[in-house]
C-alpha cells in the first residue's frame, strides 16, 4: 500500500422505481464516501432513503450527487443551462437529499456533480460559479468534489469552499485528461487495469493533489474494480 491516504467515492442511489443500476449494497461497505442522486438524472424517494439508510449503517459519509434534469439520457447528455439553472436545480437536489438525511441523524459533506454537468462545470466557469454559489449559500462547510485545475475548482476555492481533487479509476486518461464518455470496459482493462491506472496516479506528479478515488458503481464489475483500488491505497476512514 502508499502511504498516502484517499478518500473512496461511489456514484450510487441511481436506482428508479422498478429498475435497478448499480452495485450499491456491495459497495457500500468498501467506500469512504458516497454520492447519492438526489432525483433529477436518477434517484428516487425510495432509493435516496435507502442509501442514507446504508450510508448510516456503514459509517459513510454521503454527499449530493447533483445533475441535469435528463432522466431519459441519465444525466449524460449536455444540456444549455445557465448559471440561474445550474444555481437552481443545485439547490434543489440539495435540499431533497438532507430531507432524508435529517430523520437519519446524518448530515451531508460534500456535493459531486454527476455526468454532463461535471464535465460542462469542469469547463465553463459560469456554470460552475452557479453550482458553487448554492453549495455557499445552503451549507459552506460542504467539501466539492471536481476535477483538479477546473472550472469548477476554481469558483468553489473563490468562494471559500473546500474542495476535494478527484480522480476515476473506472475511466481512462490521456495524460491527466479523463475519458468520461464514449469509453469502452476493455479501455477500463478490469481489476488489473484499474490497480495499473491508480498506481501511476500516484507516482505521477501531476496528480499529487488527489484526495479523493472514484469507482461508478455502474461500472460492469465495480465491487472486484473497488477491491483492487484498496489492495493499493489506504483509505482515509476504513469502513465498518
Not at 438526489?38 to 424517494?45: E, L, R, V
Not at 459509517?59 to 439520457?73: I, K, T
Amino acid at each position: 500500500m502508499t502511504e498516502r491516504t484517499f478518500d473512496l467515492n461511489a456514484d450510487l442511489g441511481e436506482s428508479f422505481g422498478a429498475y435497478q443500476y448499480g452495485a450499491d449494497d456491495e459497495l457500500m461497505p468498501l467506500i469512504t464516501s458516497a454520492n447519492v442522486a438526489c432525483g433529477f438524472h436518477a434517484g428516487d424517494p425510495t432509493t435516496i432513503r435507502n442509501a442514507v439508510r446504508s450510508a448510516c449503517k456503514y459509517g459513510v459519509r454521503v454527499g449530493a450527487h447533483v445533475g441535469l434534469p435528463d432522466r431519459l439520457g441519465f444525466g449524460r447528455r449536455e444540456i444549455n443551462i445557465s448559471a440561474q439553472d445550474a444555481y437552481d436545480y443545485t439547490l434543489y437536489q440539495l435540499g431533497a437529499l438532507d430531507a432524508f438525511l435529517r430523520p437519519a441523524g446524518h448530515r451531508m459533506t460534500h456535493i459531486k456533480p454527476h455526468g454532463a454537468l461535471y464535465m460542462m462545470a469542469s469547463r465553463d466557469r459560469t456554470l460552475a460559479d452557479g453550482i458553487a454559489e448554492a453549495a455557499r449559500d445552503f451549507d459552506p462547510s460542504l467539501e466539492i468534489y471536481a476535477l483538479p485545475n477546473s472550472a469548477l475548482e476554481q469558483a468553489s476555492t473563490d468562494k471559500g469552499l473546500q474542495i476535494v481533487p478527484e480522480f476515476f479509476a473506472d475511466r481512462p486518461y490521456q495524460g491527466t485528461q479523463v475519458q468520461m464518455f464514449g469509453w469502452t470496459y476493455d479501455q477500463v482493462g478490469g481489476p488489473d487495469g484499474v490497480a495499473q491506472r491508480v498506481r501511476a496516479m500516484i507516482d505521477d506528479i501531476n496528480f499529487s493533489r488527489i484526495k479523493t478515488i472514484c469507482i461508478h458503481s455502474d461500472t460492469r464489475g465495480a465491487p472486484e474494480l473497488l477491491r483492487a483500488v484498496r489492495d493499493i491505497v489506504n483509505p482515509s476512514t476504513t469502513p465498518r
